[in-house]
């Protein structure tokens, strides 16, 4: 349900304009006329996000014109404005190029604010395209420059950009906290655009998580709040939420007006790709309505915008959507056609990935290479200053012959030296293109299958799950007996989403820290404190573990023990207290499970499967599992990882 808005991205920026007129006199004397115009056009060109991105072009034109003979941080700020527009119109691959250029010019820079703009531009960038590992870093880094010059609104709007990041990761407690954190930041900017992505994503949250009505209400509040500010991008968003919780709460008139709304705003600001998404919308609107005419119509529409603009996953989403529509027509030559042509698009898209990834390393070697040339550069202008010295005396000649000796031959090392270091660099430069090239193939297929699971087994399951809600509330069912299988059927399918999220977590990292094996403990030990609210539950991780890296096998199968462990505590022990401690013992980790519950005698008990899966797991990643359990005395399960 979360719309690629075109005003989220951009409202990371605050306005520096503000920040310079708040400096001293002295300050504003020091900046020239021409400083002074490029100042009060960035602060204009800010002022126009999420309401014309044509008069952006126009502003971010000329801050780049005025910037040719100015200093790296004026020309920085012409790159920020730059991003700001191709932000506006979701043109990423620009507004990364533009964002990092910045970067690159503030190395010397004390204007800490523009910083964050171009650390919160990139990590945007790498949200929009899935590399989130280096989002959330550029995102971080742009937060702890903001808590520093203690700017409130910077850092709101870091807290809810993170929020969105989480969200888009599936890892909703997180993304709720960031959030949070987000509106009580900006509790008195509630018309800032940094509030209103908070609140937006909070909608988009509590719409996944089934809270239909509490999304609704959020979205109303956002819709108002658009209304003051006059910004119909913002509003748009809004509007596609709203339209989104209709759709899936099974009130399709409702969701297609709203989404008609979305197209009609999309329109008017003529953002090819914002309107693509609005045919797809409709097109997945009229699966649910059983308009096949319109499911057809729309999804062309959509795929018809994308292309003008080369938005690949636009086409991508409408390919999917006609794939999944022909095969439950049984239409299987259609769905056969329009599956090549997704994956055509698909490869494409990847392929663009692995472009920009090797034009970072030709950046890097482009630069050894211009050093190189200055450095020849250098030294024939030695030898010219050293041919004019010998004419002035025989002696001098004789000299300065010997010292040319002297200094070709150290040239001639030097020279051979930086051939052989380059042939190093080279050589290490392929090796470690081959290295991404097979790491992206590997990661590609662990994202097709996490991608399969959730867009269709997950869907499925969602499916279900509302299938089954309104079976036992759109009918009048006086059966308990029914009824309650109904409501088993329910809890067993929200039970497998969950699973399934935990697996989708695994399949998409290559390696895990215990900072995120311990985050998705905590997790699932606040869901079992509410589902059991009479069990107390300590839960402690050694600090010294927190940087500790391990792979996914490993961490899957320990976060699926203690899972285990904790459910046969709640489930069997009739326990009223559980503990889960986890330490580090030279250089060995140590995990224990212990319960005060009913426990029992290991020599004649029938040790269950889940007993064995949990030995068989930590088996499997070498390490040791042992329980120790009396009858009355409660139950201890260590485990030794290495």
């Given at each position: 349900m979360i719309r690629n808005s075109i005003a989220f991205v951009l409202v990371v920026l605050l306005s520096v304009s503000c920040q310079e007129k708040n400096k001293s006199k002295k300050e504003s004397i020091e900046h020239t006329k021409n400083q002074k115009q490029i100042i009060e056009w960035f602060r204009i060109a800010k002022s126009l996000r999420n309401k014309n991105h044509f008069l952006i072009k126009n502003y971010a034109d000329s801050i780049q014109s005025l910037t040719n003979n100015e200093t790296d941080e004026f020309k920085a700020i012409g790159h920020i404005a730059q991003g700001i527009y191709y932000n506006s119109i979701n043109n990423d691959s620009l507004s990364f190029k533009n964002y990092n250029t910045s970067l690159n010019l503030l190395k010397t820079s004390k204007t800490d604010s523009l910083f964050v703009s171009a650390y919160s531009g990139l990590g945007n960038y790498y949200k929009h395209t899935g590399d989130y590992e280096k989002s959330l870093k550029n995102l971080l880094t742009a937060l702890k420059i903001a808590e520093k010059i203690k700017d409130s609104v910077m850092i709101g709007g870091m807290y809810a950009n993170l929020g969105q990041l989480y969200l888009q990761k599936d890892e909703l407690d997180q993304a709720k906290h960031q959030l949070l954190s987000a509106t009580q930041y900006l509790k008195n900017h509630r018309t800032s655009p940094h509030y209103l992505i908070a609140i937006h994503t909070m909608a988009n949250l509590q719409g996944m998580s089934g809270n239909i009505n509490e999304a609704l209400k959020i979205d109303e509040e956002g819709l108002k709040l658009c209304e003051q500010i006059k910004s119909d991008n913002l509003k748009a968003t809004f509007l596609d939420n709203k339209a989104n919780c209709f759709m899936f709460s099974n009130r399709l008139d409702s969701a297609r007006y709203y989404f008609n709304e979305c197209l009609r705003l999309d329109l008017i600001s003529k953002n090819e790709k914002q309107i693509s998404d609005s045919y797809a919308n409709l097109a997945q609107l009229s699966i649910f309505s059983n308009r096949p005419s319109d499911v057809i119509s729309f999804a062309e529409k959509s795929i018809s915008t994308a292309e003008k603009v080369n938005y690949n996953p636009g086409?991508?989403?409408?390919?999917?959507?006609?794939?999944?529509?022909?095969?439950?027509?049984?239409?299987?030559?259609?769905?056969?056609?329009?599956?090549?042509?997704?994956?055509?698009?698909?490869?494409?898209?990847?392929?663009?990935?692995?472009?920009?990834?090797?034009?970072?390393?030709?950046?890097?070697?482009?630069?050894?290479?211009?050093?190189?040339?200055?450095?020849?550069?250098?030294?024939?202008?030695?030898?010219?200053?050293?041919?004019?010295?010998?004419?002035?005396?025989?002696?001098?000649?004789?000299?300065?012959?010997?010292?040319?000796?002297?200094?070709?031959?150290?040239?001639?090392?030097?020279?051979?030296?930086?051939?052989?270091?380059?042939?190093?660099?080279?050589?290490?430069?392929?090796?470690?293109?081959?290295e991404i090239e097979t790491q992206n193939q590997l990661h590609e297929q662990r994202l097709s299958i996490s991608r399969d699971l959730h867009d269709n087994i997950g869907a499925q399951l969602t499916f279900v799950i509302s299938s089954v809600d309104n079976l036992k509330y759109g009918n009048q069912i006086s059966d308990n007996k029914i009824v309650n299988q109904l409501t088993k059927i329910s809890d067993f399918t929200k039970s497998t989403i969950i699973e399934l999220r935990d697996t989708i977590w695994a399949m998409n990292k290559n390696e895990f820290s215990f900072d995120d094996l311990r985050s998705r403990i905590f997790n699932f030990i606040e869901k079992a404190k509410s589902a059991k609210e009479e069990v107390l539950f300590r839960f402690h991780v050694d600090h010294q573990l927190n940087d500790k890296k391990f792979t996914s096998l490993v961490g899957i199968n320990v976060y699926r023990t203690i899972q285990e462990a904790i459910n046969n505590a709640m489930k069997y022990a009739e326990a009223t207290a559980i503990t889960v401690e986890v330490q580090k013992i030279n250089n060995q980790i140590k995990i224990t499970i212990q319960d005060d519950g009913k426990g029992f005698d290991l020599d004649s008990a029938d040790l269950g499967n889940g007993i064995q899966n949990m030995k068989k797991r930590i088996a499997d990643v070498g390490g040791t599992f042992d329980l120790q359990s009396e009858l009355g005395n409660g139950t201890l399960i260590t485990i030794i990882i290495t």
């Open positions: 086409i991508l989403k409408a390919y999917k959507l006609l794939i999944d529509f022909y095969r439950e027509k049984s239409d299987f030559k259609n769905a056969y056609e329009y599956t090549e042509k997704y994956n055509k698009v698909y490869k494409n898209l990847i392929n663009e990935r692995k472009e920009i990834a090797a034009a970072e390393f030709k950046t890097v070697y482009e630069t050894e290479k211009k050093e190189k040339e200055l450095l020849i550069s250098k030294n024939k202008i030695a030898e010219k200053e050293l041919q004019i010295k010998k004419k002035n005396t025989q002696f001098q000649i004789l000299s300065l012959v010997s010292l040319a000796l002297i200094v070709i031959g150290y040239l001639i090392y030097r020279q051979q030296k930086l051939k052989n270091q380059q042939q190093e660099q080279e050589f290490q430069l392929k090796s470690a293109i081959k």
